[in-house]
């Protein structure tokens, strides 16, 4: 009987040309993820220093936006308060 056993590794097909470009295709996709992956957690400093420098310049535009919304809300209260009156 274990005359009959055969232990010789069983045969494995060699891949084709479909099987080895999906095999790479998929270590591709991989890799591209997980520099997607690196690039949310650690964002490039460009991006900061492009957000702060109009920060830094524009600071007359900054103020100007913040005294162009503080009458909005003055509007809004008169508004309400003729709406109170008509009642």
Excluded: N, W
């Excluded at 295709?25 to 690039?39: D, H, P, R, T, V």
């Excluded at 991006?47 to 103020?63: L, T, Y």
């Amino acid at each position: 009987m274990s005359a009959e056993l055969d232990l010789s590794p069983p045969e494995v097909p060699e891949p084709t040309l479909l099987e080895s470009i999906l095999r790479y295709g998929l270590f591709l996709g991989a890799i591209f993820q997980l520099i997607c992956i690196l690039a949310v957690i650690f964002p490039t400093s460009k991006d900061h220093e492009q957000e702060s420098e109009p920060e830094k310049s524009d600071g007359k535009v900054a103020e100007q936006m913040k005294k162009a919304k503080g009458p909005a809300p003055q509007i809004r209260q008169k508004l309400k308060k003729e709406s109170k009156k008509k009642r």
